[in-house]
């Protein structure tokens, strides 16, 4: 796999709390993306980032905030977890999607549960 | 909107035979293509990319994919099928119009190889 780490792998949560899911890479890569796994759904994008602290929203991003202070890290935060954001959560990298095609790379994912 | 189909949830195929994977993509212009596969519990994996060129483009394990631009259709295929290669398969798309960066998945397919 590509140097990407998330954190934590598994977690479960009680609704309205606020959840903050880490991604931490180590390839220097400028692009980085979350998204969410749901079955019936395959991948929908949360947020990304073209750089540090800058960031966009993707299909399903209320309810997440995202920040990137630095290069390698990426973070997610549900800011009060509800039922519906139990998910699978990836996190993915790419170096230079506007040349030549960059594919994605992903991390392991964080398998979140509210409660 | 932009989007990418995936028509069947399941494929069913005896190891040996010939499989294929089905992809359909509305995206306009001339989007980038790619395949991932993805194992229980595991990220997904890059397979295959189009960017241009020869419409038939081979990948990782022995895949590869059909490009026919007419049709806006990115099968993926493999001449024999393994056991090995029941696992969950994801087509994706990254359209290539100015300052976008985003990557849109299909839904998934599940293939599933007998003995």
């Known amino acids: 796999d590509a140097g990407i780490t998330q954190s934590p792998r598994h977690k479960v949560t009680e609704t309205g709390t606020p959840v903050t899911l880490r991604c931490h890479q180590t390839?220097?890569?400028?692009?980085m993306y979350w998204y969410r796994q749901d079955p019936g759904h395959g991948l929908r994008l949360i947020h990304y980032?073209?750089?540090?602290?800058?960031?966009d929203k993707g299909e399903v991003s209320d309810g997440y905030s995202v920040s990137r202070s630095k290069t390698e890290d990426f973070l997610l935060t549900l800011e009060s977890a509800t039922s519906s954001q139990t998910s699978v959560y990836f996190c993915?990298?790419?170096?230079?999607?506007?040349?030549?095609?960059?594919?994605?790379?992903f991390g392991n994912g964080t398998r979140l549960t509210v409660t | 909107a932009q989007s990418v189909a995936q028509p069947e949830d399941q494929v069913n195929v005896a190891e040996g035979n010939p499989l294929t994977v089905k992809c359909t993509y509305s995206?306009?212009?001339?989007?980038?293509l790619f395949w991932y596969v993805q194992y229980p519990n595991r990220g997904l994996q890059f397979l295959l990319k189009?960017?241009?060129?020869?419409?038939l483009v081979k990948g990782s394990y022995g895949f590869e994919a059909e490009f026919n631009k007419s049709q806006t259709s990115f099968h993926l295929k493999k001449p024999s099928a393994l056991v090995s290669d029941s696992a969950l398969y994801f087509c994706?798309?990254?359209?290539?119009?100015?300052?976008?960066?985003?990557?849109?998945f299909g839904t998934g397919t599940r293939l599933k190889v007998l003995a």
């Open positions: 993915a990298i790419s170096g230079a999607p506007g040349q030549g095609g960059s594919p994605l790379h």
């Open positions: 390839e220097n890569h400028r692009y």
């Open positions: 980032s073209y750089g540090v602290k800058d960031t």
């Open positions: 995206v306009s212009g001339n989007p980038y």
């Open positions: 189009y960017i241009t060129g020869d419409n």
């Open positions: 994706a798309v990254r359209p290539t119009a100015s300052g976008t960066y985003k990557y849109i």
